[in-house]
């Protein structure tokens, strides 16, 4: 089911199959997220909970058992609840139940507000222990955007500014989608801008850790006209557009954790960036978007 949003003549649609913010219109029809086109991506704006990226085998160790879990879990595909809402947000709730604890062994209980600002959006998720022990997540965003904004222009029109000058050296994934701790490709050295073309996805996703910018922004390079996204406090970044083909969207994705290594020992515990939630506390982070 969907819900409209509506905030200063911005209007958005908030979908509760995955918690996904599927629209986001300016006051002038301008649609800034990814429409879900098939031909390329039929997603928008996922999140990706309680892994970021693929499994070995798509399989992990969880207090003793194995679980199996599709790549980027199973939050996505999950049917939320409106546990709140007004003319200008609303917040989504997911709990653990058969299927979730299928796949993963915790109670917990999920989040997600999308409110409307006056100049774009912002998303919080916030993870709930209702276990009687630690629990342990990763979890990030996928945020589609529409590129080019416009239909007279094009893709290479724009550009990934980023906050600071940056030494951008992307991980490399293997074909099964892991991180392959052989290799790396560097994009740019001590660069704030890289500009986009489609051939940078040629092997996927463009994977970012330890960057010093808390914001990027995707830029048209003549008008200045697109989007900035703050992801403070996210450890990881990733950048995607499907490979080999003229997608019109680009993904900026703010990462609480990654793809497992192609020499992962398969313990969910010793994933990166995992986080430990203690029996019940909460835990809490967020990303806004700012129409430029």
């Not at 939050?75 to 653990?96: C, K, M, Q, T």
């Not at 993963?104 to 919080?124: A, D, I, N, Q």
Request: glycine share 8%.
């Amino acid at each position: 089911m969907t819900y409209n949003l509506k905030f200063n003549g911005n209007t958005a649609v908030a979908d509760t199959r995955g918690a996904e913010l599927i629209s986001y219109s300016d006051d002038s029809g301008t649609e800034y997220i990814w429409n879900g086109d098939p031909a390329y991506w039929t997603g928008h704006n996922p999140l990706l909970f309680p892994i970021v990226g693929s499994l070995k085998n798509d399989e992990a160790q969880i207090e003793g058992g194995t679980y199996r879990m599709a790549r980027h879990g199973f939050a996505r595909r999950s049917d939320f609840e409106v546990a709140e809402s007004g003319e200008h947000y609303i917040v989504f709730r997911l709990r653990d139940n058969a299927q979730a604890l299928a796949q993963y062994p915790y109670h917990f209980e999920l989040l997600v507000r999308h409110e409307l600002t006056s100049s774009g959006f912002t998303t919080k998720y916030t993870v709930n222990c209702t276990d009687n022990r630690p629990i342990q997540f990763c979890i990030g965003a996928h945020t589609g955007f529409m590129c080019p904004l416009h239909k007279n222009e094009k893709f290479e029109d724009y550009s990934l500014e980023f906050e600071k000058a940056e030494d951008l050296c992307s991980m490399m994934l293997t074909e099964d989608g892991l991180i392959d701790p052989e290799k790396a490709t560097v994009l740019a050295k001590n660069a704030r801008v890289l500009a986009l073309d489609h051939k940078l996805f040629d092997d996927d996703a463009l994977i970012f850790k330890g960057l010093r910018s808390q914001s990027v922004a995707l830029r048209h390079n003549a008008t200045g006209k697109g989007v900035k996204m703050n992801y403070a406090g996210f450890p990881m970044l990733g950048i995607w557009s499907k490979p080999h083909s003229d997608a019109p969207y680009v993904c900026i994705e703010p990462w609480v954790g990654h793809s497992a290594d192609a020499n992962d020992n398969g313990e969910f515990s010793d994933k990166p960036y995992v986080i430990t939630l203690p029996a019940g506390k909460s835990y809490s982070i967020a990303y806004t978007v700012e129409i430029l």
